[in-house]
């Protein structure tokens, strides 16, 4: 091993986009393609790159940086729990991950709580749950959405219902079946006599930021409790505040009727969670939680007391700083901006969807200048966007998504809201 394999430490001089580029080139598995940006800080909603230039992350790390870049209370949680205790597995207990589940509890119902690291962890613990549900009775099958997304994993990529994630990884997991998204009919009209769960995400993420409608949600709820299924609901990247509420189902429910009493059996989160520490986590609902005893499921970093301590920090400086109210209002404040952007450039965009700080931007289907070959209009977007200083995350090839820090400010918004639209003048002109 020579010394610059051994440096643990960023280098500031020496260090250039090339020689960055070339250590991924060589070294790490080319599954992204990434966009031409090598970050190296950030402060609230900025990152800066190797050369000090500075954007404005309105893509939050993919859902994640609730609390935007380097916050000061996060990184003093972080540095107390880790001089105290970082991990002790879970032959032990510690007290951030039984206030963390607790604090869960209290927000979402009577239920329990299992950790772990990722999104796709905690849907493989649903998987489980489900599949323990209905052993006994010989039931199996989870039907899930066309065009959701569950994770990476191998039977993530079963679950999720876009064909594109699955290429090249046949044979599928068995017991995955997919059905057109806010369509109570055909979900029904899909069950089978091995059906034990459906699994849907309150607001689809991955598939273009697409919310259920309030219907489809308690149509689901009714359907499940008739036919004896699981209502299971991926909430990774709508949950913890985005929406406006702790849950995405909770801010589509609040005005409904029956509504408040709305309860999944069991939810899986992640992403926001940890604000950019890696925590996962699913919650099953009271009579369910027990199904998975003693030695049937397990993970050794899952609940760490670093992971809690700085969650349980996390959900404290948004209940402090009333960031679900924040959310809700930038969310307003952004879809009002992107809507009079929209309106002046209809060649270029299409539609505006979403809750709270979970916004998705659909280009139009010919927009001028963004039919580059081998690249998606979404990616073309994006990286103009990136070139004027603005980072957003492409889903699909047509939709920009806007997934900020829930302590966005109002200067933040309309710094956006201005490259944005300086961006759409240039491709119009
Ligand atoms: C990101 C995401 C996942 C996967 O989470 P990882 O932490 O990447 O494993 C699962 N479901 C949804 C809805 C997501 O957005």
């Known amino acids: 091993m020579n010394d610059f394999a051994l440096q643990s430490r960023p280098s500031s001089h020496n260090t250039t986009d090339a020689t960055i580029r070339e250590l991924f080139n060589q070294n790490v598995v080319p599954s992204y393609s990434r966009f031409d940006l090598t970050l190296t800080h950030g402060k609230g909603s900025h990152v800066y790159d190797l050369h000090g230039r500075r954007y404005l992350d309105l893509g939050g790390g993919i859902a994640v940086c609730a609390l935007g870049h380097a916050h000061p209370a996060m990184v003093e949680a972080l540095t107390e729990q880790a001089r105290r205790l970082m991990h002790v597995s879970n032959l032990y207990y510690t007290e951030p991950q039984g206030r963390l589940a607790q604090a869960l509890v209290a927000l979402i119902g009577p239920g329990k709580c299992f950790f772990t690291n990722s999104g796709g962890e905690a849907n493989e613990g649903l998987f489980k749950l489900a599949r323990k549900f209905g052993h006994d009775t010989g039931r199996?099958?989870?039907?899930?959405?066309?065009?959701?997304?569950?994770?990476?994993?191998?039977a993530g990529i079963a679950a999720t219902g876009q064909d594109k994630v699955k290429k090249g990884f046949e044979p599928m997991v068995a017991g995955f079946r997919h059905v057109p998204y806010n369509d109570l009919a055909a979900m029904r009209a899909a069950l089978s006599p091995a059906t034990v769960a459906i699994l849907v995400e309150d607001i689809q993420g991955e598939g273009g930021v697409t919310p259920a409608s309030p219907d489809y949600l308690l149509g689901l709820r009714a359907l499940c409790d008739e036919r004896n299924l699981l209502l299971l609901l991926d909430c990774v990247q709508s949950g913890h505040f985005r929406s406006g509420r702790f849950h995405g189902f909770q801010r589509i429910l609040e005005d409904v009727p029956g509504g408040g009493a709305f309860l999944p059996d069991g939810i899986s989160m992640a992403k926001s969670l940890g604000g950019g520490f890696p925590i996962g986590v699913f919650w099953a609902r009271a009579p369910y939680a027990d199904l998975l005893s003693a030695g049937t499921h397990g993970t050794t970093y899952g609940g760490s007391p670093l992971a809690c301590a700085v969650a349980l920090k996390v959900l404290e400086v948004i209940a402090g700083e009333n960031l679900a109210d924040n959310a809700r209002h930038m969310g307003e404040r952004l879809r009002a901006g992107l809507q009079s952007i929209i309106q002046q450039h209809p060649k270029l965009f299409r539609t505006v969807r979403g809750q709270g700080l979970m916004l998705g931007l659909e280009l139009a289907p010919d927009a001028p200048g963004l039919n580059l070959p081998h690249k998606t209009p979404a990616s073309v977007m994006t990286a103009k966007l990136q070139e004027a200083g603005l980072l957003l995350i492409p889903a699909g090839?047509?939709?920009?998504?806007?997934?900020?820090?829930?302590?966005?400010?109002e200067a933040d918004a309309e710094e956006g809201l201005a490259i944005l639209a300086r961006v759409a003048a240039d491709l119009d002109a």
């Not at 199996?140 to 191998?154: D, K, P, Q, Y």
């Open 397 to 409: 090839a047509q939709v920009l998504r806007i997934l900020p820090a829930l302590n966005l400010t």
């Open 140 to 154: 199996f099958e989870i039907l899930t959405a066309v065009n959701s997304f569950h994770g990476r994993t191998l």
